[in-house]
């Protein structure tokens, strides 16, 4: 007994001795909560539909031909997003596309279920399909968070269209969050007039390094000419990929309104989102650059 006593001990005195594999912190383990919580489904505009969790979006796009799931939310969204899809009365079955915004843990996590359970195509940027598959990006907080790898259909570039059922969507590639952050466009009839549809990819600069990212040595240039790009579109309504860049409590409310305009109907909230998430990438530039003097 004295013996393993006495070899118990040693074991824990090389255990302090040797070096430590440390564990990987999530960084993102208690917003992954907040981004989940259940949001009932609802009708945007037009043949679009909101599935997603409260947190983190996926939009529904209605044809005859089939629907489109414009991305996956969390690893553990994907059961929710079905169930939501199954509330409106449409079924995961009928998705013969997906679309991701960009290759993030929170947005593309559920993409490995979805494409199973419906058998669509999996449709993304040829610059975030390695990140897809892989299953884990490498640079930025994100890291920390792997998601299950989903295998890329159809690779996309800037300007490459898919269509289906009458509805056409054109992509729009603005690297900076993601090498291939992939906005979607698409033109919409509603009371008479073409409205501007844009699914957000994002350009937050999210916690990425912007100084010798060796991962990304481009990322600053990236961003500025993303947002040179985004700052010349005329956009009627934004669909963004986080619920807080659209006041989407406040377009619930709005909904709820009787007689009252679609909120999501808003030429004037997409310059505003940009000016600000401008201005802080500068900040944050500066802020780096600094710290690296």
């Excluded at 996926?58 to 929710?80: C, M, R």
């Excluded at 040179?228 to 956009?235: E, H, I």
């Excluded at 309104?257 to 679609?262: I, K, Q, R, S, Y």
């Amino acid at each position: 007994m004295k013996l393993q006593k006495i070899g118990l001990a040693l074991a824990g005195l090389i255990l302090l001795a040797s070096p430590v594999i440390a564990q990987e912190v999530d960084t993102f383990a208690a917003a992954r909560i907040g981004w989940n919580k259940p949001q009932k489904p609802f009708h945007v505009i037009g043949n679009i539909y909101y599935v997603g969790p409260a947190g983190v979006s996926a939009f529904l796009i209605v044809t005859p031909q089939g629907s489109i799931l414009t991305d996956g939310g969390l690893p553990e969204s994907a059961d929710q997003i079905e169930a939501n899809i199954k509330t409106l009365g449409f079924d995961i079955k009928d998705v013969k596309i997906l679309l991701n915004s960009h290759a993030h843990f929170d947005h593309a996590g559920g993409l490995a279920q979805l494409k199973r359970d419906s058998g669509a195509q999996m449709v993304a940027s040829a610059a975030d399909a390695p990140t897809l598959e892989k299953g884990r990006i490498d640079f930025g907080p994100s890291i920390t968070d792997p998601f299950p790898p989903v295998h890329v259909d159809r690779l996309v570039k800037d300007g490459d269209t898919i269509s289906l059922g009458g509805v056409r969507l054109t992509a729009m590639i603005t690297p900076g969050h993601t090498r291939g952050c992939t906005d979607w466009l698409m033109p919409l009839s509603e009371g008479g007039k073409v409205l501007n549809v844009l699914f957000f990819c994002s350009i937050t600069t999210g916690g990425n390094p912007l100084v010798n990212n060796t991962a990304y040595p481009t990322i600053a240039d990236d961003y500025r000419a993303s947002f040179r790009r985004l700052k010349a579109l005329s956009v009627d309504v934004l669909l963004a990929p986080h619920g807080d860049q659209m006041d989407l409590p406040g377009k619930l409310k709005a909904l709820q309104t009787p007689g009252a305009a679609n909120p999501f109907i808003d030429s004037s909230s997409f310059p505003k989102l940009i000016a600000n998430m401008e201005n802080q990438f500068e900040r944050e530039l500066a802020r780096q650059k600094a710290q690296k003097l």
